[in-house]
């Protein structure tokens, strides 16, 4: 059964840091791309990064300075979002969702997701 789930998120102080973890389970990272989501309410869910199948090509919606990374571990099959100085407009539910093939940043392109961890950038 194909599964994923996140943990690691929290309240954190404006330019703090924190790291997402996403497990999944009942398949491998060699054939799943994985991608990270946020969502706020009243707003659609968004891509924050992505990281593919077999070369680990990483893809980012949005490009600059301060932007999340996203990174794999093959042997715990995986994947970490490492978020850096933080502001309050990070805040939002983060989401793990996989999907076999390419990385795409369209929510509805995955076919698998997690419950969503909530990130609280707070003073």
């Known amino acids: 059964q194909v599964q994923v789930v996140e943990s690691g998120g929290g309240l954190v102080q404006p330019g703090g840091s924190l790291r997402l973890s996403c497990a999944a389970s009942?398949?491998?990272?060699?054939?799943?791309?994985i991608a990270w989501f946020r969502q706020v309410p009243g707003k659609e869910r968004e891509a924050v990064a992505c990281?593919?199948?077999?070369?680990?090509?990483?893809y980012y919606p949005n490009s600059g300075k301060g932007r999340p990374t996203i990174s794999r571990d093959m042997n715990l099959n995986t994947v970490y979002l490492q978020m850096n100085s933080l502001n309050p407009e990070d805040t939002a539910v983060y989401y793990c969702?996989?999907?076999?093939?390419?990385?795409?940043?369209?929510?509805?392109?995955?076919?698998?997701w997690g419950q969503g961890t909530q990130v609280t950038v707070s003073s």
């Open positions: 969702a996989t999907r076999r093939g390419w990385c795409q940043i369209l929510p509805s392109a995955y076919d698998y």
């Open positions: 009942g398949f491998t990272l060699d054939h799943y791309a």
């Open positions: 990281i593919g199948t077999n070369d680990g090509a990483i």
